[in-house]
């Protein structure tokens, strides 16, 4: 996953870098059109037209006939007009400005490229080289927290250290007796190991939090899935509440993982960009 997150910024990086080397070239090339040329015609027509009606000019002319060498005032004027005007009245055909700009786009293009795939990242480790990750799991012994540590208990790019966390250790531990005998065929070296960790005790939380480092071979946790929950009847006219005196809905699905995520923190592989 971190590979593939890392292929995608470089690609990322290399898309806005063509696309601001496009723009950028598009716009130069445009900036010489021929309705660009036909104003700088213009302007050089009258700048030329000024500068040999200028009267400073012509004063200059008069006082000194040599100034210019041998030609008159009169004609180095007309001449300089003149070339002026042919230079500037020569605007770029529109074929000659598109293949102008098809050559700058491809050789910045290409240089864009050289520049993008210069911006490698480095690849992850090897699965055979990463110690296991340990995730813990709350909830995992049936619904989407069953599934999740069957999956991750057979996966075969990485091994993992998988702590299922339920509201007593009998359903923990039916819960790694199916994963294993599910996965007989797939035999995996991930770690299964079943804790108890009742949501609605305060007690029964901040016990498990002070057993899982003895549970564990390092006391790291890479993630913490905060996945139980339960929800009562609509119809239910009665109020139930936890150990400690809340409400069973929020004491349970709030208040104990909000407990059990505080309490877990400090264990969290921060080296690791654990979640």
């Given at each position: 996953?971190?590979s593939?997150?890392?292929?995608?910024?470089?690609?990322?990086?290399?898309?806005?870098?063509?696309?601001?080397?496009?723009?950028?070239?598009?716009?130069?090339?445009?900036?010489?059109?021929?309705?660009?040329?036909?104003?700088?015609?213009?302007?050089?027509?009258?700048?030329?037209?000024?500068?040999?009606?200028s009267?400073?000019?012509?004063?200059?002319?008069m006082?000194?006939?040599?100034?210019?060498?041998?030609?008159?005032?009169?004609?180095?004027?007309?001449?300089?007009?003149?070339?002026?005007?042919?230079?500037?009245a020569?605007?770029?055909?529109?074929?000659?400005?598109?293949?102008?700009?098809?050559?700058?786009?491809?050789?910045?293009?290409?240089?864009?490229?050289?520049?993008?795939?210069?911006?490698s990242?480095?690849?992850?480790?090897?699965?055979?080289?990463?110690?296991?990750?340990?995730?813990?799991?709350?909830?995992?012994?049936?619904?989407?927290?069953?599934?999740?540590?069957?999956?991750?208990?057979t996966?075969?790019?990485?091994?993992?250290?998988?702590?299922?966390?339920?509201?007593?250790?009998?359903?923990?531990?039916?819960?790694?007796?199916r994963?294993?005998?599910?996965?007989?065929?797939?035999?995996?070296?991930?770690?299964?190991?079943?804790?108890?960790?009742?949501?609605?005790?305060?007690?029964?939380?901040?016990?498990?939090?002070?057993?899982?480092?003895?549970?564990?071979?390092?006391?790291?946790?890479?993630?913490?899935?905060?996945?139980?929950?339960?929800?009562?009847?609509?119809?239910?006219?009665d109020?139930?509440?936890?150990?400690?005196?809340?409400?069973?809905?929020?004491?349970?699905?709030?208040?104990?993982?909000?407990?059990?995520?505080?309490?877990?923190?400090?264990?969290?592989?921060?080296?690791?960009?654990?979640?």
């Open positions: 996953m971190i593939n997150r890392r292929r995608f910024a470089a690609f990322l990086a290399q898309s806005v870098l063509l696309l601001l080397l496009l723009i950028t070239t598009t716009a130069g090339a445009f900036s010489m059109s021929p309705g660009v040329s036909k104003a700088a015609a213009a302007t050089a027509a009258t700048a030329a037209t000024t500068n040999s009606r009267p400073r000019r012509s004063i200059l002319s006082t000194n006939p040599n100034q210019y060498g041998d030609e008159e005032p009169n004609e180095r004027s007309s001449s300089v007009s003149s070339s002026a005007l042919s230079a500037a020569a605007p770029a055909s529109r074929r000659q400005v598109l293949q102008q700009s098809a050559s700058t786009t491809v050789a910045a293009m290409a240089a864009g490229v050289s520049l993008a795939s210069s911006l990242f480095p690849e992850p480790a090897s699965a055979e080289g990463n110690s296991k990750k340990t995730i813990v799991i709350t909830g995992a012994n049936s619904g989407i927290g069953f599934q999740a540590c069957q999956r991750l208990a996966a075969s790019e990485q091994d993992y250290t998988i702590v299922l966390a339920c509201r007593t250790l009998a359903k923990a531990q039916g819960a790694v007796d994963i294993l005998s599910s996965s007989a065929a797939s035999p995996s070296s991930s770690t299964l190991i079943p804790a108890e960790c009742d949501l609605s005790s305060q007690a029964s939380i901040q016990a498990f939090s002070q057993q899982l480092p003895q549970l564990l071979e390092t006391p790291k946790i890479d993630a913490l899935c905060l996945n139980a929950g339960l929800a009562r009847n609509t119809g239910a006219t109020v139930e509440r936890t150990q400690d005196g809340f409400e069973l809905t929020v004491g349970v699905n709030h208040f104990g993982h909000f407990y059990l995520n505080s309490l877990l923190l400090p264990m969290m592989n921060n080296d690791n960009g654990s979640r």
